[in-house]
């Protein structure tokens, strides 16, 4: 039995299989966090994938929720997406809330929990506070909002859902500082969360590779393939850029429920000779692209529902790896562009803006490719993971 005390991780994405493509920032964290605590992880189950393993000395438990054909509420593109993509999905998420509540009391009582990190408001945070109230262990409770649980769901309940987490919790982190005054307009008397984004690996993997040549006029785009990315305005663009710089290419790694019309939106524009859909990328699969490409670009918006980008992790692998960097003129993405000097800001739902930018930037290559240089130094020194995982370990011994 370990000396060390027990946390345990509440998230609804993580890696359900070696080498998987979904976002892996939840486990990258806990890989951290497992030299000082006894990390146990409760996510989702899914086809495939198995309902407990040991990886890396993390204790992985993967909930059922549902015959096996049929958990495919997280995962690919996320809860919210899959409740818009199909309404019979709401049918299940009933039975997604109940299985996780129960395996979170489950293991409550079979392990000696001091503290839950509950990742995401909804619906983990609430969860995990039923949990509490239901069972004799009383461990402290961290929440941690990374923005599309923040900014979207906002109808009256789901709001009155996010009030109580945020009143109710022990600690509460947000990945972005605009983060924080949305805390603060949600509930005016909260104490204000501690700014902790995730990370990423910038001193073993997403680094430069002066040994790599980055290809002339090669755009790219990573993410999912979600409205709050923005993404359409970048195609809106390509038209005018082809124009003058008809040898251009863009790369789009990713997939998500506005794939279809975004290649359709392609085809219209007639320009699908010079476009890429590469799917989902592993880490190894995107540093490449990042490394090759001439700049990253991130149209962020803010979409009907509300939701907008909570940091933009893209953004700082792209930098990391010695990529110029124009994303939209969001709050989160502040955070991370000073604008003219770690990378440049776009007019958000802008087509000619972007394609402006686009322009002045090949104009130009040599003076904006040294944001890329002061863009790497910032990131690192402010966004690898061993600065987050410092913030959240401090946390975690705090409260327990």
């Known amino acids: ?49 198995k309902k407990y393993e040991e990886i890396e000395g993390l204790l992985v438990h993967r909930y059922r929720y549902a015959p096996e054909g049929f958990e495919n509420l997280a995962y690919e593109g996320g809860i919210t997406a899959k409740l818009k993509g199909n309404k019979l999905n709401f049918l299940i998420l009933p039975f997604f809330f109940l299985g996780q509540c129960l395996a979170i009391i489950k293991l409550l009582k079979q392990y000696p929990v001091k503290v839950i990190h509950a990742h995401w408001l909804i619906p983990q945070g609430i969860l995990a506070l039923m949990a509490k109230k239901i069972s004799k262990n009383k461990p402290a409770i961290l929440c941690t909002s990374h923005g599309g649980d923040l900014y979207g769901l906002n109808d009256p309940i789901s709001k009155a859902i996010k009030r109580y987490v945020i009143k109710n919790v ?116 995107l540093v490449k692209e990042y490394r090759e490409a001439t700049l990253a670009v991130f149209p962020f918006i803010q979409a009907k529902n509300g939701d907008i980008e909570g940091l933009g992790l893209v953004m700082i692998e792209a930098m990391g790896c010695g990529c110029p960097v124009l994303a939209s003129d969001i709050p989160a993405a502040r955070d991370v562009i000073v604008d003219g000097e770690t990378g440049i800001l776009l007019e958000p739902t802008n087509s000619e803006d972007i394609e402006a930018k686009i322009l002045s930037f090949y104009s130009n290559i040599q003076t904006n490719s040294q944001l890329a240089t002061q863009a790497c130094k910032f990131v690192t020194n402010n966004f690898d993971w061993d600065a987050s995982k410092n913030t959240y370990s401090g946390i975690i011994k705090k409260i327990k």
């Open 170 to 285: 022990d600690a509460m982190t947000v990945v972005s500082s605009a983060m924080q005054d949305e805390i603060k307009k949600l509930v005016p008397e909260a104490t204000l969360p501690t700014i902790a984004p995730m990370g990423a690996d910038l001193k073993h993997l997403f680094t430069p590779d002066d040994s790599v040549c980055r290809k002339l006029n090669q755009l790219l785009f990573v993410g999912r393939l979600v409205e709050k990315k923005g993404l359409k305005y970048l195609l809106q663009a390509m038209p005018e850029i082809l124009k003058k710089y008809p040898d251009t290419r863009l790369n789009i790694a990713g997939t998500g429920p506005e794939q279809s019309n975004l290649k359709a939106q392609a085809k219209q524009l007639n320009i699908v000779k010079n476009i890429s859909f590469l799917g989902r990328l592993s880490h190894q699969e």
């Open 1 to 49: 039995m370990s000396n060390k005390s027990t946390l345990l991780v509440l998230a609804s994405t993580f890696p359900r299989w070696k080498d998987d493509t979904e976002p892996r920032f939840v486990y990258d964290l806990c890989l951290r966090l497992k030299k000082e605590f006894r990390v146990v992880i409760l996510a989702p189950h899914a086809k495939g994938a």
